[in-house]
């Protein structure tokens, strides 16, 4: 999975380049609607075109024959239960070729995530943090994978120079979790190091300030699948006790766009299903 984001992850480099000089709103929808064009290209090659489209030609018979024998009770009835036939048949077409394009479309979208759905951490002065009360700060949650809670309790974690710890490590062997408060002090790009027995067995990126990372993620992950949605970050290796370290990054600004995971999400979703919608005409495309 490591080696299928980082081609991905390659890719979206050079493909948003040129775009992003417009600015990172412009950039998502216009790319989002290439994507959308491309997937309807697809959608045409590994779907049923004449299908398609014979089976909504009859659906449409069904609906005039109950509209022009509408006192035909008998007619009526048996238009409706093939129509409802129909519709079945219809939405298999259909999903059915829709199914493959959905691999695709979650590495597309997971990119648009960790490039525009976050900021880095705000940096906090002095003074501030001084005064800060406890909660105010962030929460780094590390969760260990099945079987290797106790290794909570030899963990260590070394912070980079532009973060700040505001309390110790709360560690539970039980529940195979630890957690940390912290802030950041400074602009920086850096990792933390979590440490077991003095040896590293992970880290997690951690951006604040006035930097521009080309991604950012506020979760690391250990799974396969939990790969798909956070591509930035390669997984904890096999033989690491960590499953996941996650912390909670602000929202993106996307300037007239609103930022943050969600409004990424049905961003790419509208505009991708936008621009192939307005091309189903012109390409004569069935779905």
Known sequence: MNAANSVVDAIFDVLLTPFELMGPAISLILVSGIFGVLALLVFTQISWQQGIKGTKDKIKGHMIAIRIYQDGLVVVFSSVMKVLLRNFQYLGLNFGPILPLLIPFVFVLAQFVVRYGFAPLPVHEETQIASML???????????????????????????????????????????????????????????????????????????????????????????????????????????????????????????????????MVTFLVASMAFGFALLKPLNIQI
């Open 134 to 264: 406890p909660g105010r700060g962030h929460m780094l949650e590390l969760r260990m994978k099945p079987g290797r809670g106790e290794d909570v309790a030899r963990l260590e974690i070394e912070l980079p120079e532009h973060v700040r710890a505001l309390s110790p490590v709360a560690t539970s062997a039980r529940d195979g979790i630890a957690l940390m408060e912290f802030v950041a002090v400074s602009d920086g790009d850096g990792e933390f190091r979590f440490l077991v027995d003095g040896e590293v067995v992970g880290t997690k990126q951690v951006a604040a300030g006035d930097v521009s990372p080309r991604t950012m993620q506020g979760e690391r992950v250990s799974s396969f699948w939990s790969a798909f949605l956070w591509p930035a970050e390669p997984t904890f290796d096999a033989d690491s006790p960590i499953a996941v370290a996650r912390f909670t990054y602000p929202d993106s600004d996307m300037g007239w766009l609103p930022g943050g995971v969600l409004s990424i």
